[in-house]
């Protein structure tokens, strides 16, 4: 080794005594005073990622809200797994639209599908689908409530109208009460013996008499309030009064100039003496037409009521061929049907205006003018007492009105096609409508609800009503060319009435519960009695 060549020098092991945190410490705290103060003393290093900030993370606040929510998830898995959930894919599939969830999504079973509504259910509740329930039906009842019923102001006479109805109804719903006390007082087996008898007639009833009643079809029926005369209106525009049982041409109407919705008798309408002169002349004499002797009758007193699809209304009297009133204010719109209040002062009349209208006949003044439907009103009928009246309409839906008051009192809700028909009870607490959906239905005022469904044809109703003295069965009439009777409260099948060659418009039950009629666009009209031994 040369002396030239540079020797390494070891270098001594240094050891350093004291911590190194508290060094450290004192030089963070230097450098902060230096930068206080506005002075720089970094000494040429980088101070890299050294944390400066007094603030601090508090981990174990942080750890317990992930554990908190951990155990929820826990908790809400265990729930999910004691829920009960339907295996039956369609209710699967209803509770979930119920929800307001998608039905379906992309690739997904019915196995999927139900784990879904599983999870769904374990995050809102078990009785979330009830809670949607009841929202649900909170949110239309209010909506209902906002749509409200439309009043139109009625002029000063509506006042004095309604507290007459209310003095005629009251006395006749405390009569009715009292007759059906009486009648709970029988024996049961009394009650039911009559109500069976009753039945049995109605299903041995087959065609007494069938008339050609007119050269167009025959739209509407009725019986006189003494079950002696039927009165048809028809599409030529006539209305035409018959005897019965006999079916002799009694009146020709002639006012209308196009076709005829409907025809009615007043209440208290009876055949007068020169009808049964007539009748009794026909009956002795070969010839049948002989002129009418009306000498000894010159009453005017309004008899009937007609209806025609230009909106004209038109009262009767059993002398002259020519209307002795008319009631204006209809027109253009088509006028489907006119009813007689029981008391014979008041005339209803449903107008495709959506409203119906009460006129006060001793005034020949509309003292009421209400809307309420959302299509045109069709069908109308009063309570037995006279305070309540039942409409339908072409929008699926009818109403009962408390004519006293003006507010209505029940919604009738269930039917899918317009009510075309409706009638009441003479218990006064239950009604029946007639629909385009080929169902009758039967309501209770008291409930508030449907009681039964009957799907009674195959083609759409015309026309219902009730027997007269008792309700013991119903009558419907239909577009499928018959008509039908139904026991009550059973509503089994008693009689199909077949006959008619086309559809069936109209159908009634006379008072005396002898005899049913039926008109048919075949512009005939048949009498029906029961055939017993």
């Known amino acids: 080794m040369s002396d030239d060549e540079d020797i390494p020098v070891k270098k001594s092991k240094q050891i350093h005594y004291g911590s190194l945190e508290e060094q450290e410490k004192a030089r963070l705290a230097a450098l902060a005073a230096a930068a206080k103060e506005g002075v720089e003393e970094t000494g040429g290093q980088d101070l890299g990622d050294i944390q400066i900030s007094s603030e601090y993370m508090e981990l174990e606040e942080e750890m317990s809200r992930d554990k908190k929510a951990l155990l929820e998830e826990f908790e809400r898995r265990r729930k999910a797994r004691q829920l009960n959930v339907s295996t039956d894919d369609d209710e699967v599939r209803r509770s979930l639209r119920q929800l307001g969830e998608p039905v379906c999504l992309f690739g997904e079973g019915p196995a999927e599908r139900r784990v879904r509504l599983r999870d769904l259910l374990s995050y809102l509740g078990e009785d979330a689908i009830h809670k949607k329930l009841e929202e649900e039906e909170a949110r239309i009842e209010r909506d ?75 739209s509407f029926c009725r019986f006189s309030g003494d079950s002696k005369m039927l009165i048809t209106s028809s599409w030529s525009g006539l209305s035409k009064i018959w005897s019965v049982p006999e079916c002799t041409p009694l009146q020709v109407l002639k006012g209308h ?44 007193v309004c008899s009937m009521a007609s209806c025609a699809y230009d909106g004209t209304v038109h009262l009767w009297n059993f002398v002259s061929e020519a209307p ?69 309409g072409m929008d699926a ?62 083609h759409l109703l015309s026309d219902i009503r009730y027997q007269r003295s008792h ?62 031994s």
């Open 257 to 300: 100039t196009c076709n005829v919705s409907a025809a009615t008798f007043h209440p208290a309408a009876t055949i007068p003496d020169h009808f049964l002169e007539k009748i009794n002349a026909v009956k002795d004499s070969e010839e049948g037409q002989l002129a009418m002797d009306t000498s000894g009758d010159s009453t005017s």
């Open 471 to 532: 309700g013991h069965f119903l009558l419907t009439a239909s577009y499928d060319k018959s008509a039908k009777l139904w026991s009550n409260p059973a509503w089994h099948p008693l009689r199909t009435l077949s006959g008619h060659d086309n559809k069936v418009m109209s159908a009634d039950i006379s008072a005396d519960n002898k005899y049913i009629v039926t008109c048919s666009y075949d512009r005939t009209f048949k009498l029906w009695a029961p055939e017993l």
């Open 324 to 392: 002795i009133a008319s009631l204006p204010g209809h027109s253009p719109s088509r006028v489907a049907r006119a009813e007689f209040h029981p008391s014979g002062r008041f005339l209803a009349t449903t107008v495709f205006d959506h409203s119906w209208r009460l006129w006060d006949l001793e005034t020949a003044k509309e003292v009421l003018h209400q809307e309420g439907h959302a299509k045109p009103v069709y069908s109308v009928a009063f309570q037995g007492d006279g305070s309540l009246a039942a409409t339908g």
């Open 397 to 458: 839906f009818g109403r009962v009105w408390d004519i006293r008051t003006g507010r209505c009192v029940m919604f009738l809700e269930g039917h899918l096609g317009p009510v075309q028909g409706i009638d009441w009870a003479p218990a006064g607490h239950q009604l029946a409508t007639a629909a385009a959906d080929n169902q009758a239905k039967i309501w209770d005022l008291r409930r508030r609800a449907p009681l039964y469904s009957i799907p009674s044809h195959t």
């Open 144 to 218: 209902r409530g906002r749509e409200g019923t439309w009043y139109h102001e009625g002029p000063p006479e509506l006042r004095d109208a309604r507290l007459w109805i209310a003095r005629y109804s009251l006395p006749r719903a405390k009569r009715r009460l009292n007759k059906a006390r009486e009648e709970l007082k029988l024996a049961g087996s009394v009650r039911a013996a009559a109500k069976q008898e009753s039945q049995r007639r109605a299903s041995a009833i087959s065609t007494y008499c069938s008339q050609v009643g007119d050269s167009r079809p025959i």
